[in-house]
């Protein structure tokens, strides 16, 4: 079963290439969806894809690469259906 969640990452997450590294695990997984900055400081990304897959990527988002600190990640069921993974621009 497929499924597609929003995720909004908060902590030390920008400045330290999250969003490149979640784009790399995305890809590793097979996951598909998009992830970019807000000017918020936080990170907000939609994942989408069988749902083993989305939960190990939720559960890398709570770790992310080596430099961030993530403190919390809210997450919400999300409709839409995504054939690759994207980085996009801040918002």
């Not at 990452?9 to 784009?23: A, L």
């Not at 969806?33 to 994942?47: D, H, K, P, Q, Y």
Request: charged share 25%; proline share 3%.
């Amino acid at each position: 079963m497929k499924l597609t969640r929003h995720l909004l990452i908060s902590g030390k997450v920008q400045g330290v290439r999250y969003r490149e590294s979640m784009c790399i695990e995305a890809e590793r997984l097979g996951v598909a969806g998009w992830v970019r900055n807000l000017a918020s400081g936080e990170v907000e990304a939609v994942v989408h894809g069988d749902e083993a897959l989305v939960t190990e990527i939720i559960r890398w988002a709570w770790q992310g690469p080596p430099a961030a600190v993530v403190a919390n990640i809210g997450v919400g069921e999300e409709d839409g259906e995504y054939l690759y993974f994207e980085r996009r621009p801040t918002v």
